[in-house]
Protein backbone atom coordinates (compact mmCIF):
# COMPACT_ATOMS: atom_id res chain seq x y z
CA UNK A 1 0.00 0.00 0.00
CA UNK A 2 3.34 2.22 0.29
CA UNK A 3 5.02 2.26 -2.57
CA UNK A 4 6.21 4.81 -4.67
CA UNK A 5 4.58 6.06 -7.59
CA UNK A 6 4.75 10.25 -8.12
CA UNK A 7 2.30 12.49 -9.08
CA UNK A 8 3.81 14.36 -11.75
CA UNK A 9 3.24 17.66 -11.10
CA UNK A 10 0.74 17.09 -8.14
CA UNK A 11 1.54 17.64 -4.40
CA UNK A 12 3.59 20.61 -3.34
CA UNK A 13 4.92 18.53 -0.62
CA UNK A 14 6.81 15.95 -3.12
CA UNK A 15 7.70 18.69 -5.32
CA UNK A 16 11.41 19.84 -4.12
CA UNK A 17 11.73 15.72 -3.66
CA UNK A 18 11.10 15.05 -6.91
CA UNK A 19 13.51 17.58 -8.33
CA UNK A 20 16.59 16.03 -5.98
CA UNK A 21 15.67 12.40 -7.00
CA UNK A 22 14.64 12.56 -10.19
CA UNK A 23 12.33 10.49 -12.62
CA UNK A 24 13.33 6.14 -11.17
CA UNK A 25 12.56 3.17 -13.26
CA UNK A 26 9.09 2.65 -14.25
CA UNK A 27 6.72 0.67 -11.73
CA UNK A 28 7.22 -2.33 -11.23
CA UNK A 29 3.96 -4.47 -11.83
CA UNK A 30 2.30 -2.05 -14.21
CA UNK A 31 -0.32 -3.65 -16.96
CA UNK A 32 0.96 -4.32 -19.97
CA UNK A 33 0.93 -0.83 -22.19
CA UNK A 34 0.18 0.91 -19.22
CA UNK A 35 2.08 3.99 -19.24
CA UNK A 36 5.25 4.25 -17.78
CA UNK A 37 5.09 5.76 -14.17
CA UNK A 38 8.28 7.44 -12.32
CA UNK A 39 8.93 6.13 -8.56
CA UNK A 40 11.56 7.84 -5.71
CA UNK A 41 13.15 6.26 -2.69
CA UNK A 42 10.17 4.17 -0.24
CA UNK A 43 10.39 7.51 2.28
CA UNK A 44 8.36 9.11 -0.32
CA UNK A 45 4.40 9.58 1.64
CA UNK A 46 1.65 8.08 -0.81
CA UNK A 47 -1.22 9.89 -1.91
CA UNK A 48 -3.33 9.72 0.65
CA UNK A 49 -7.51 8.87 -1.22
CA UNK A 50 -10.53 8.82 1.74
CA UNK A 51 -13.56 7.25 -0.25
CA UNK A 52 -16.25 9.27 1.37
CA UNK A 53 -19.79 8.31 1.41
CA UNK A 54 -22.80 6.40 2.95
CA UNK A 55 -23.11 2.14 2.57
CA UNK A 56 -22.67 2.41 -1.48
CA UNK A 57 -19.54 3.31 -0.50
CA UNK A 58 -18.83 1.48 3.09
CA UNK A 59 -21.39 -1.63 3.23
CA UNK A 60 -19.54 -2.99 1.67
CA UNK A 61 -18.74 -0.63 -1.10
CA UNK A 62 -16.84 -3.65 -2.98
CA UNK A 63 -16.18 -0.99 -5.65
CA UNK A 64 -13.51 0.16 -3.97
CA UNK A 65 -12.04 -3.15 -4.11
CA UNK A 66 -12.55 -2.82 -7.79
CA UNK A 67 -10.86 0.38 -7.71
CA UNK A 68 -7.80 -0.15 -6.02
CA UNK A 69 -6.81 -3.45 -7.95
CA UNK A 70 -7.32 -1.21 -11.05
CA UNK A 71 -5.39 1.55 -10.25
CA UNK A 72 -2.39 -1.08 -9.08
CA UNK A 73 -2.65 -2.86 -11.99
CA UNK A 74 -2.35 0.61 -13.75
CA UNK A 75 0.94 0.90 -11.95
CA UNK A 76 -0.31 3.98 -9.93
CA UNK A 77 1.03 1.65 -6.58
CA UNK A 78 2.29 4.95 -4.48
CA UNK A 79 -1.45 5.16 -3.28
CA UNK A 80 -3.33 4.87 0.28
CA UNK A 81 -6.70 4.97 0.62
CA UNK A 82 -7.79 5.85 4.09
CA UNK A 83 -10.47 6.33 6.45
CA UNK A 84 -11.79 5.57 10.39
CA UNK A 85 -13.69 3.14 9.12
CA UNK A 86 -11.68 -0.57 8.21
CA UNK A 87 -12.46 -2.97 4.86
CA UNK A 88 -15.35 -5.71 4.61
CA UNK A 89 -14.98 -9.00 2.81
CA UNK A 90 -15.13 -8.60 -1.20
CA UNK A 91 -13.13 -11.15 -2.12
CA UNK A 92 -9.91 -9.93 -3.23
CA UNK A 93 -6.84 -8.17 -1.28
CA UNK A 94 -7.53 -4.40 -1.47
CA UNK A 95 -6.54 -1.14 0.65
CA UNK A 96 -10.29 -1.22 2.47
CA UNK A 97 -9.56 1.39 4.43
CA UNK A 98 -12.87 4.03 4.02
CA UNK A 99 -15.10 7.05 4.96
CA UNK A 100 -18.49 5.14 4.13
CA UNK A 101 -21.06 5.54 6.63
CA UNK A 102 -24.33 3.20 6.46
CA UNK A 103 -27.50 5.44 6.65
CA UNK A 104 -25.78 8.34 6.79
CA UNK A 105 -26.98 11.79 4.91
CA UNK A 106 -24.89 14.09 3.97
CA UNK A 107 -26.67 17.24 5.11
CA UNK A 108 -26.57 15.72 8.77
CA UNK A 109 -22.61 15.40 8.34
CA UNK A 110 -22.21 18.91 7.39
CA UNK A 111 -24.68 20.60 9.98
CA UNK A 112 -23.52 17.88 12.86
CA UNK A 113 -19.59 19.10 11.53
CA UNK A 114 -18.31 15.47 11.71
CA UNK A 115 -16.38 15.45 9.00
CA UNK A 116 -13.55 17.47 10.13
CA UNK A 117 -12.77 14.95 13.13
CA UNK A 118 -12.31 12.35 10.12
CA UNK A 119 -10.00 14.59 8.14
CA UNK A 120 -7.68 15.10 11.25
CA UNK A 121 -7.43 11.46 11.88
CA UNK A 122 -6.53 10.26 8.04
CA UNK A 123 -5.28 13.62 6.38
CA UNK A 124 -6.34 12.68 2.91
CA UNK A 125 -4.87 14.60 -0.01
CA UNK A 126 -7.63 13.45 -2.54
CA UNK A 127 -11.28 12.58 -1.80
CA UNK A 128 -14.01 10.47 -3.90
CA UNK A 129 -16.89 11.35 -2.57
CA UNK A 130 -20.38 9.42 -3.47
CA UNK A 131 -22.88 11.09 -0.54
CA UNK A 132 -26.37 11.96 -0.71
CA UNK A 133 -28.79 9.15 -1.95
CA UNK A 134 -30.36 8.90 1.75
CA UNK A 135 -30.30 12.47 1.29
CA UNK A 136 -33.05 12.12 -2.15
CA UNK A 137 -35.01 9.37 0.29
CA UNK A 138 -35.22 11.43 3.33
CA UNK A 139 -36.80 14.17 0.66
CA UNK A 140 -34.03 16.78 1.34
CA UNK A 141 -33.87 19.10 -0.83
CA UNK A 142 -30.75 19.64 -4.15
CA UNK A 143 -30.06 23.23 -2.50
CA UNK A 144 -29.79 21.66 0.86
CA UNK A 145 -27.42 18.48 -0.44
CA UNK A 146 -25.86 21.43 -2.60
CA UNK A 147 -25.00 23.25 0.61
CA UNK A 148 -23.68 20.68 2.64
CA UNK A 149 -21.30 19.38 -0.39
CA UNK A 150 -20.62 23.47 -0.28
CA UNK A 151 -19.87 22.70 3.72
CA UNK A 152 -17.45 19.66 3.63
CA UNK A 153 -15.73 20.97 0.89
CA UNK A 154 -14.55 24.14 2.99
CA UNK A 155 -13.79 21.51 5.76
CA UNK A 156 -11.80 19.92 3.33
CA UNK A 157 -9.44 22.86 2.11
CA UNK A 158 -9.33 23.78 6.58
CA UNK A 159 -7.65 20.57 6.31
CA UNK A 160 -5.75 20.69 3.29
CA UNK A 161 -5.76 23.73 1.28
CA UNK A 162 -4.83 21.55 -1.73
CA UNK A 163 -7.16 19.25 -1.68
CA UNK A 164 -8.34 17.76 -4.64
CA UNK A 165 -12.09 16.54 -4.87
CA UNK A 166 -14.06 14.22 -6.94
CA UNK A 167 -18.03 14.43 -6.29
CA UNK A 168 -20.50 11.79 -8.06
CA UNK A 169 -23.52 12.26 -10.10
CA UNK A 170 -24.96 9.74 -7.71
CA UNK A 171 -26.36 6.52 -9.12
CA UNK A 172 -29.61 6.01 -9.82
CA UNK A 173 -32.06 5.00 -7.25
CA UNK A 174 -35.62 3.06 -7.27
CA UNK A 175 -36.51 1.34 -4.19
CA UNK A 176 -39.82 0.05 -3.36
CA UNK A 177 -40.89 2.31 -0.76
CA UNK A 178 -40.20 5.83 -2.78
CA UNK A 179 -41.69 6.25 -5.34
CA UNK A 180 -40.21 9.81 -5.81
CA UNK A 181 -36.32 8.53 -5.40
CA UNK A 182 -35.48 8.15 -9.22
CA UNK A 183 -36.64 11.87 -9.82
CA UNK A 184 -35.23 13.44 -6.99
CA UNK A 185 -32.10 11.88 -7.84
CA UNK A 186 -32.66 13.38 -11.60
CA UNK A 187 -32.88 16.66 -9.85
CA UNK A 188 -29.93 16.62 -7.63
CA UNK A 189 -27.33 15.09 -10.31
CA UNK A 190 -28.60 17.89 -13.02
CA UNK A 191 -27.16 20.85 -10.36
CA UNK A 192 -23.72 18.71 -9.57
CA UNK A 193 -22.05 20.01 -12.39
CA UNK A 194 -22.50 23.51 -12.12
CA UNK A 195 -22.53 23.16 -8.22
CA UNK A 196 -18.62 21.85 -8.52
CA UNK A 197 -17.41 24.20 -11.52
CA UNK A 198 -18.39 27.04 -8.96
CA UNK A 199 -16.29 25.81 -5.61
CA UNK A 200 -13.53 24.35 -7.82
CA UNK A 201 -10.17 26.43 -7.61
CA UNK A 202 -6.82 26.07 -9.24
CA UNK A 203 -4.85 24.98 -6.04
CA UNK A 204 -7.88 22.83 -5.30
CA UNK A 205 -10.41 21.41 -7.80
CA UNK A 206 -13.65 19.88 -7.34
CA UNK A 207 -14.67 17.67 -10.58
CA UNK A 208 -18.30 16.00 -11.18
CA UNK A 209 -17.99 12.30 -11.87
CA UNK A 210 -21.18 11.06 -13.94
CA UNK A 211 -22.02 7.89 -11.81
CA UNK A 212 -25.23 8.20 -12.99
CA UNK A 213 -25.62 7.47 -16.97
CA UNK A 214 -25.72 3.82 -17.68
CA UNK A 215 -26.36 2.54 -14.36
CA UNK A 216 -29.17 0.68 -14.22
CA UNK A 217 -30.89 0.05 -11.16
CA UNK A 218 -32.61 -3.18 -12.39
CA UNK A 219 -29.39 -4.75 -13.60
CA UNK A 220 -26.58 -3.10 -11.81
CA UNK A 221 -28.07 -3.08 -7.91
CA UNK A 222 -29.90 -6.18 -5.96
CA UNK A 223 -32.44 -3.77 -4.11
CA UNK A 224 -32.71 -1.00 -6.71
CA UNK A 225 -30.39 0.95 -4.18
CA UNK A 226 -26.86 -0.98 -3.84
CA UNK A 227 -24.81 -1.79 -6.13
CA UNK A 228 -24.24 -5.51 -7.01
CA UNK A 229 -20.97 -7.12 -8.55
CA UNK A 230 -22.02 -5.57 -12.25
CA UNK A 231 -22.85 -2.45 -10.46
CA UNK A 232 -19.20 -2.02 -8.64
CA UNK A 233 -17.36 -2.50 -11.93
CA UNK A 234 -19.53 0.72 -13.64
CA UNK A 235 -18.65 2.84 -10.22
CA UNK A 236 -15.19 1.91 -10.16
CA UNK A 237 -15.04 2.29 -14.47
CA UNK A 238 -15.80 5.77 -13.56
CA UNK A 239 -13.98 6.66 -11.22
CA UNK A 240 -10.34 5.65 -12.60
CA UNK A 241 -10.42 8.10 -15.01
CA UNK A 242 -10.95 10.73 -12.81
CA UNK A 243 -8.48 9.47 -10.23
CA UNK A 244 -5.93 8.54 -12.39
CA UNK A 245 -6.08 12.08 -13.78
CA UNK A 246 -5.69 13.91 -10.10
CA UNK A 247 -2.67 10.84 -9.80
CA UNK A 248 -0.86 12.14 -13.28
CA UNK A 249 -1.44 16.02 -12.18
CA UNK A 250 -4.55 17.18 -13.84
CA UNK A 251 -8.40 18.32 -12.81
CA UNK A 252 -9.32 14.85 -12.64
CA UNK A 253 -12.02 15.85 -15.15
CA UNK A 254 -12.62 12.44 -16.71
CA UNK A 255 -14.51 13.43 -19.54
CA UNK A 256 -18.65 13.85 -19.91
CA UNK A 257 -20.05 10.61 -21.02
CA UNK A 258 -23.14 12.21 -22.11
CA UNK A 259 -20.69 14.60 -24.37
CA UNK A 260 -22.39 15.23 -27.70
CA UNK A 261 -25.98 14.08 -27.19
CA UNK A 262 -28.66 16.07 -25.33
CA UNK A 263 -32.38 15.02 -24.98
CA UNK A 264 -35.63 16.76 -24.86
CA UNK A 265 -38.93 16.16 -23.75
CA UNK A 266 -42.38 17.29 -24.56
CA UNK A 267 -45.87 15.67 -23.77
CA UNK A 268 -48.18 15.08 -26.56
CA UNK A 269 -51.53 13.88 -25.16
CA UNK A 270 -52.77 13.04 -21.83
CA UNK A 271 -56.13 11.04 -20.78
CA UNK A 272 -56.68 9.47 -17.34
CA UNK A 273 -54.11 7.53 -15.93
CA UNK A 274 -51.49 8.22 -18.36
CA UNK A 275 -50.03 10.10 -21.40
CA UNK A 276 -48.23 9.76 -25.27
CA UNK A 277 -44.87 11.71 -24.55
CA UNK A 278 -41.85 12.37 -27.00
CA UNK A 279 -38.22 12.38 -26.78
CA UNK A 280 -35.82 14.36 -29.22
CA UNK A 281 -32.28 13.47 -29.04
CA UNK A 282 -29.92 15.43 -30.86
CA UNK A 283 -26.02 15.31 -31.49
CA UNK A 284 -24.48 18.81 -30.14
CA UNK A 285 -21.13 17.45 -30.60
CA UNK A 286 -19.02 17.64 -33.49
CA UNK A 287 -18.16 14.63 -34.06
CA UNK A 288 -20.82 11.70 -35.76
CA UNK A 289 -22.46 9.41 -33.31
CA UNK A 290 -23.22 5.87 -33.94
CA UNK A 291 -25.56 5.19 -31.74
CA UNK A 292 -27.33 6.50 -28.18
CA UNK A 293 -29.19 6.36 -25.34
CA UNK A 294 -31.49 7.86 -22.93
CA UNK A 295 -33.18 7.48 -19.22
CA UNK A 296 -37.34 8.57 -18.99
CA UNK A 297 -37.95 8.93 -15.85
CA UNK A 298 -41.81 9.87 -15.38
CA UNK A 299 -42.89 11.75 -12.60
CA UNK A 300 -45.53 10.70 -10.00
CA UNK A 301 -43.80 6.84 -10.04
CA UNK A 302 -45.02 6.25 -13.30
CA UNK A 303 -43.90 3.87 -15.79
CA UNK A 304 -43.28 3.87 -19.55
CA UNK A 305 -44.68 0.79 -21.60
CA UNK A 306 -44.16 1.28 -24.89
CA UNK A 307 -42.00 3.06 -27.27
CA UNK A 308 -42.27 3.85 -30.98
CA UNK A 309 -39.12 4.42 -33.35
CA UNK A 310 -36.67 3.37 -30.86
CA UNK A 311 -35.57 0.30 -28.27
CA UNK A 312 -37.42 0.09 -24.86
CA UNK A 313 -34.67 -2.01 -22.87
CA UNK A 314 -36.76 -4.06 -20.82
CA UNK A 315 -33.74 -5.18 -18.32
CA UNK A 316 -32.90 -1.80 -17.77
CA UNK A 317 -36.58 -0.57 -17.21
CA UNK A 318 -38.05 -0.60 -13.84
CA UNK A 319 -41.24 0.89 -12.34
CA UNK A 320 -39.32 4.68 -12.41
CA UNK A 321 -36.62 4.68 -14.80
CA UNK A 322 -37.51 3.82 -18.49
CA UNK A 323 -33.83 2.90 -20.46
CA UNK A 324 -34.40 3.79 -24.16
CA UNK A 325 -31.39 2.85 -27.19
CA UNK A 326 -31.11 3.58 -30.45
CA UNK A 327 -32.29 1.09 -33.21
CA UNK A 328 -30.25 0.09 -36.18
CA UNK A 329 -32.37 2.07 -38.37
CA UNK A 330 -31.90 6.03 -36.35
CA UNK A 331 -28.82 5.55 -34.31
CA UNK A 332 -26.02 7.46 -36.93
CA UNK A 333 -26.76 10.91 -36.27
CA UNK A 334 -23.91 13.62 -38.12
CA UNK A 335 -23.19 16.45 -35.80
CA UNK A 336 -26.72 18.83 -35.34
CA UNK A 337 -28.72 15.80 -36.32
CA UNK A 338 -31.79 15.01 -34.44
CA UNK A 339 -33.84 11.74 -33.78
CA UNK A 340 -37.36 11.78 -32.36
CA UNK A 341 -39.22 8.54 -30.63
CA UNK A 342 -42.28 8.55 -28.63
CA UNK A 343 -43.28 6.36 -25.77
CA UNK A 344 -46.70 5.66 -23.73
CA UNK A 345 -46.25 5.90 -19.74
CA UNK A 346 -49.09 5.65 -17.10
CA UNK A 347 -48.51 8.31 -14.33
CA UNK A 348 -51.05 10.75 -12.83
CA UNK A 349 -49.32 13.36 -14.49
CA UNK A 350 -48.09 14.47 -18.02
CA UNK A 351 -44.45 14.84 -17.01
CA UNK A 352 -40.92 13.32 -17.15
CA UNK A 353 -37.57 13.92 -16.89
CA UNK A 354 -35.27 12.83 -19.63
CA UNK A 355 -31.37 12.32 -18.54
CA UNK A 356 -28.80 13.37 -21.01
CA UNK A 357 -28.15 10.91 -23.30
CA UNK A 358 -25.11 8.98 -23.49
CA UNK A 359 -23.55 8.36 -26.94
CA UNK A 360 -21.65 6.25 -29.18
CA UNK A 361 -18.75 8.14 -31.36
CA UNK A 362 -18.23 6.41 -35.16
Known amino acids: MRSGHVLRAALTALATGLALLGAGPSAAGAAPGAPERTQVSSAAAPVRIMPLGDSI ?8 SVLWNRLQEAGYTGIDFVGTLGPQGCGRPYDGDNEGHGGALVTDVADQGRLPGWLAATRPDIVVMHFGTNDVWSGRSPDAVLAAYSTLVDQMRASNPDMKVLVAQIIPMNPATCAECARRVVALNERIPAWAEAESTPDSPVTAVDQWTGF ?10 HPNASGDDRIAARWFPALAGLLDGGTGDPGD ?9 RAVS ?32 GRVTQVRNAMLDTAATTAGTATVRSGTWNGTLSAGDSVSFGFIASAGSASATVGRAAADTV
Do not use: K
Open 216 to 225: STASDTYDGV
Open 57 to 64: TGSPGCWR
Open 257 to 265: PGAGCTASF
Open 270 to 301: TWRGGYQGEVTARNSGAAPLSGWTVRIVPADG
